[in-house]
C-alpha cells in the first residue's frame, strides 16, 4: 500500500503542512490522526471587510499558526481618498483598486478569500453566515457558513440618509468606486443631454444644476473637483451651454468643514464664492423627489424647491444592517455604533474585534473605570490619596486611556496632576488630593467623550495595531505587558490602541489644499496642494497603484481630463 509518511504528506496542502509533517515526524509516530489534530489547532480567523481596517490588518499579519478566511464582497482594496478625483476622471477608477489575492497571495500566513457578504454573525456559536456575489447570474448566489475562533469585523459602514424621503432613490453616494464611476458618467450625460437641440433654457439650467449635500470633507472635496472639471474642461467642449452650469453646495450647520481650523474654513468659504460655487450653509434638506429637492433654511424655517440635474449625498456615515443585528445580539441595541473597549474587543466578548468606521471605542466608561483604579488605591476607603499615590494611579490611567495622555500633550500639560491644577489650583505634596474633585476636574476634558474621527488613517492604524497583538498573543500570554486590570488581578496582554493623528487634508480644487498638521499647524494653498501629491502618492497600497495613480496626475497635466461617457 502507500507508505504511512506519504500518505500524511497527502493529507495536508502549502508550506504549514509541511511544518505539521515535520513536527508529526520528530514525535517518531506520525499519524493522519495527529496531523488533522494540528491542523485543527491552528486558529481560525475571519476577517469581514477588504477595506483600509481589513487590508492593513491582512497585510500585517505574520504569525503563521493562523488559518486566515477573508469574506468581503469587494475583491479589492480601494483607496478612498482619491475618490473624489475619480469622480471628475482625474484618477482612473482601476488605478486606485489593489486585487485582495495580489495582496495575500504574497503572505507567508494561510489566507484565503471568499467573495461573499456576511449576513449574520451567530456570536454566541462563533459562526458567521454568508451570501455570495451575484455579479455573474450564472448560479444565483450561495450561502455558506462559516466557523471562527477569532473573528475581526471591519465592513466599514454605509452612507447615512437620515430616512429623508427620496434621498435613496434620487441621489447618488460617493463610497464606492462604483458610485464615483456613475458620478463621472451622470455628469457627462447631464452635459450631453442638455447640448440637444429643442430644449429650453430652464430644461437646460436644470440638468446642469449639480447639487452637493454635505460639507465635510468629502462633499467639500467633490464640489472642488467638479468645479475644475467643469471650469477646465468642460466648459471648453460645450462652450454653448457652459454659462447655464451651477454648482450648489448645502450645509446644515453654519459652516463647511467644521473640523477644520477656523482659518481653513474662512479659506475654503472663500475660494468657493470666488469660484462662484453656489454656498447655501444653515440649509437641511427635508424632501427629494425625482424633479426637486426641498430645503429649507434652519433660521427663517421657509423651505424652497430647486431642479436639479444631479445630487450627490455626502452627508456622514451609518450602520451596516449585520451589524445592527449583532448590536441586538449582543445587547448593545441602543447605541448607534457597535463599541469596543480599548483592545477593540467588542464589548462582553474575548474573540470578536471590531475595528474601522464599522465600530467605536467606547470612551463614555473611562469615568466608572478612573473611579475602579481609584478605589484600588484608596486602600483605607478614605476617599482621598496621598500625591505618591495618586502620581501612581495617574501612570495607570494613561497606560490605559494614551487618548488622554495625548490630549495632555496638546494641551501643554505634562500630566493629569497638570489638569487637576488648571481645575483646583496649586495643590502641594502633603496634600491630599480628593476623587471626587479629580472626577469632576476630568469630566472637564470632553475630548475623553469624544469618539475618533472614522477616517482610513484611524482604520489603518488599528488594522497594524491588532495585527501585532495577534502577532505577539502566545508572547504576551506568557508575559503581558498592558495595563494592570482595574477589575481583577494582574495585567492585560497588551497596550490599549493608541491613535496617532498625522493630519488631514482638504484639497480645495485649482491646484490648491487645505492642511491641518499635528500640533495645530495650519498650511493652504498650491505648495500644500504638492504636499498632498506626495503623501497620497507614497501612502499608495503597492507599487503598482502608485505608478498607476502618478501617470494618471502626469495624463490629465498634459492633456486634461476625459470627457467620453465610458
Ligand atoms: P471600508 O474601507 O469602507 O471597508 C469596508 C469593507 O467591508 C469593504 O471591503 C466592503 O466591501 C466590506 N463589507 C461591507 N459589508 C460587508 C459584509 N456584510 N460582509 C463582509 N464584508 C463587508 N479617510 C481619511 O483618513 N482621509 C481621506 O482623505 C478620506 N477620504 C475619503 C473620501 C471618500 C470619498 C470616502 C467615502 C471616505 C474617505 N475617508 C478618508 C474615510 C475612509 O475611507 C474610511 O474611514 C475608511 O474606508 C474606513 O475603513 P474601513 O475598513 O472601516 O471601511
Known amino acids: 500500500g502507500i507508505p504511512k509518511a506519504l500518505l500524511v504528506v497527502c493529507a495536508v496542502s502549502g508550506g504549514a503542512g509541511f511544518v505539521a509533517y515535520s513536527e508529526a515526524v520528530s514525535n517518531n509516530t506520525p499519524t493522519v490522526a495527529d496531523l488533522t489534530e494540528t491542523q485543527i489547532k491552528k486558529k481560525r480567523v475571519v476577517v469581514l471587510g477588504t477595506g483600509w481596517a481589513g487590508t492593513s490588518f491582512l497585510k500585517n499579519l505574520n504569525d503563521p499558526s493562523y488559518d486566515v478566511q477573508v469574506i468581503s464582497p ?22 486606485i483598486a489593489e486585487p485582495i489575492r495580489n495582496i495575500i497571495r504574497k503572505k507567508k500566513v494561510e489566507i484565503h478569500y471568499s467573495e461573499a457578504e456576511c449576513i449574520k454573525i451567530d456570536a454566541q456559536n462563533k459562526k458567521v453566515y454568508c451570501l455570495s456575489n451575484d455579479k455573474t447570474n450564472l448560479k444565483g448566489r450561495e450561502e455558506f457558513a462559516v466557523d471562527f475562533d477569532y473573528l475581526v469585523i471591519a465592513v466599514g459602514a454605509r452612507p447615512n440618509t437620515f430616512n429623508i424621503p427620496g434621498v435613496e432613490e434620487n441621489t447618488l453616494f460617493l463610497k464606492e468606486v462604483e458610485d464615483a464611476q456613475k458620478i463621472r458618467k451622470t455628469v457627462i450625460e447631464c452635459f450631453e443631454k442638455a447640448d440637444l437641440p429643442n430644449l429650453d433654457d430652464e430644461a437646460r439650467k436644470k440638468l446642469l444644476h ?46 463647511i468643514l467644521n473640523m477644520f481650523d477656523k482659518r481653513i474654513t474662512a479659506f475654503a468659504e472663500d475660494k468657493f464664492k470666488r469660484d462662484g460655487i453656489n454656498l447655501r450653509t ?46 441586538k445580539q449582543i445587547g448593545q441595541g441602543n447605541r448607534r455604533v457597535l463599541a469596543t473597549d480599548e483592545w477593540l474587543r467588542v464589548e462582553g466578548s474575548d474573540t470578536i474585534y471590531a475595528l474601522g468606521d464599522c465600530a467605536t471605542i467606547n470612551q463614555r466608561k473611562v469615568m466608572e473605570d478612573i473611579a ?18 495618586f502620581q501612581e494611579v495617574l501612570k495607570d490611567i494613561c497606560e490605559r486611556y494614551p487618548q488622554l495622555e495625548l490630549y495632555l500633550k496638546n494641551k501643554q500639560m505634562h500630566s493629569l496632576v497638570d489638569l487637576l491644577k488648571a481645575s483646583k489650583g496649586d495643590i502641594k505634596e502633603s496634600v491630599e488630593v480628593d476623587i471626587e474633585e479629580f472626577k469632576s476636574a476630568l469630566s472637564q476634558v470632553d475630548m475623553l467623550m469624544k469618539n475618533l474621527p472614522a477616517t482610513a488613517q484611524v482604520a489603518s492604524q488599528q488594522g497594524v495595531y491588532l495585527a501585532n497583538c495577534f502577532n505577539r498573543m502566545e508572547e504576551c500570554q506568557k508575559n503581558p505587558e498592558g495595563p494592570l486590570r482595574i477589575r481583577g488581578e494582574g495585567r492585560h496582554r497588551f497596550h490599549p490602541f493608541r491613535y496617532r493623528h498625522l493630519g488631514q487634508f482638504a484639497p480645495l480644487g485649482g491646484e490648491q489644499t487645505a492642511a491641518q498638521l499635528p500640533g495645530d499647524w495650519v498650511s493652504i494653498g498650491h505648495s500644500t496642494q504638492w504636499l498632498w501629491y506626495s503623501v497620497y502618492a507614497s501612502k499608495q497600497v503597492s507599487w503598482r497603484t502608485r505608478a498607476l495613480v502618478v501617470s494618471d496626475w502626469l495624463r490629465r497635466f498634459i492633456f486634461g481630463r476625459d470627457s467620453s461617457s465610458l
Open 74 to 95: 469587494r475583491n479589492y482594496f480601494a483607496f478612498t481618498p482619491l475618490l473624489p478625483s475619480v469622480t471628475s476622471g482625474t484618477v482612473e477608477p482601476r488605478s
Open 210 to 255: 449639480f447639487v452637493v449635500v454635505g460639507g465635510g470633507p468629502t462633499g467639500v472635496e467633490f464640489a472642488a473637483q467638479l468645479h475644475d472639471f467643469l471650469a477646465e474642461d468642460l466648459s471648453k467642449l460645450y462652450p454653448t451651454i457652459k454659462d447655464f452650469v451651477k454648482i450648489t453646495l448645502l450645509e446644515g450647520t453654519d459652516h
Open 282 to 327: 444653515g440649509s437641511m434638506v427635508v424632501n427629494v423627489s425625482d424633479k426637486d429637492i426641498s430645503i429649507k433654511d434652519i433660521k427663517s424655517g421657509s423651505i424652497s424647491s430647486e431642479p436639479y440635474g444631479m445630487i450627490v449625498w455626502s452627508t456622514g456615515i451609518g450602520t451596516r444592517p449585520v451589524m445592527i443585528d449583532l448590536m
Open 372 to 389: 475602579d483604579i481609584f478605589k484600588k488605591a484608596d486602600k483605607d476607603n478614605s476617599g482621598t490619596l496621598t500625591v505618591k499615590e
